[in-house]
């Protein structure tokens, strides 16, 4: 019996700023600590893993893997330290599409060019490699944090799926979807890589 082929398979993304490998357990001592800077996961409209809980969220990231659903990596800095989690998740390998989602970074790499860069390096191989036709950002309504850096790339509403989901302290949320598509992409390529070549970036 033959096994089927992941799509997307793991791959290491190689920048200046940031290097996205495949997730595994060993991450978790680092991701643990890095989770820990601002006491991340206590906020209220994102699903950040605990310190001690990190062991568990690898190993369901991976589960989903093994299933086909999520392409999970490790973000580390330019040091080679994690610092967090990004994935490819609500993966439709028939008509190649890839939500970018599950993303936490440590305090201290937020809102900086290894964000952007590793947001780049994910759209790149999506539309690049994979050849996908278009690729998705879903946050909370209220996470206006992430929605705006979610828009700074270039991303447009789709719209907002409400009542989506029931979030694990019993409240609904009202979730919002963006994309990027493949027509789209040589000039969000264009517009991040000028933020990314600006020194004050």
């Known amino acids: 019996m033959s096994v089927p082929i992941l799509w997307p398979a793991p791959v290491t993304l190689q920048g200046v700023h940031v290097r996205l490998e495949p997730l595994c357990p ?22 950040v893993p605990t310190p001690g809980g990190m062991s568990a969220e690898i190993e369901r990231r991976l589960g989903l893997q093994a299933a086909g659903a999520m392409l999970p990596f490790a973000v580390l800095d330019a040091a080679g330290v994690p610092v967090g989690m990004t994935t490819y998740m609500n993966i439709d390998a028939r008509f190649r599409r890839v939500e970018i989602g599950a993303t936490w970074l440590a305090k201290r790499v937020q809102r900086t060019a290894l964000n952007t860069e590793a947001k780049w390096l994910l759209l790149r191989h999506a539309f690049e490699a ?3 036709i278009a690729v998705e950002f879903r946050t909370h309504r209220f996470n206006q944090q992430s929605r705006r850096a979610i828009e700074r790339l270039g991303a447009q509403l789709d719209g907002i799926l409400r009542h989506h989901q029931r979030t694990a302290d019993g409240s609904l949320r009202d979730t919002c979807v ?7 992409w040589p000039t969000v390529h264009q517009h991040l890589r000028a933020r990314l070549d600006t020194p004050a970036h």
């Open 26 to 47: 060993d991450h978790a001592p680092a991701l643990a600590e890095a989770v820990r800077e601002g006491d991340l996961s206590g906020t209220w409209y994102t699903v």
């Open 130 to 132: 994979l050849d996908c």
């Open 178 to 184: 963006y994309s990027i598509t493949a027509p789209e």
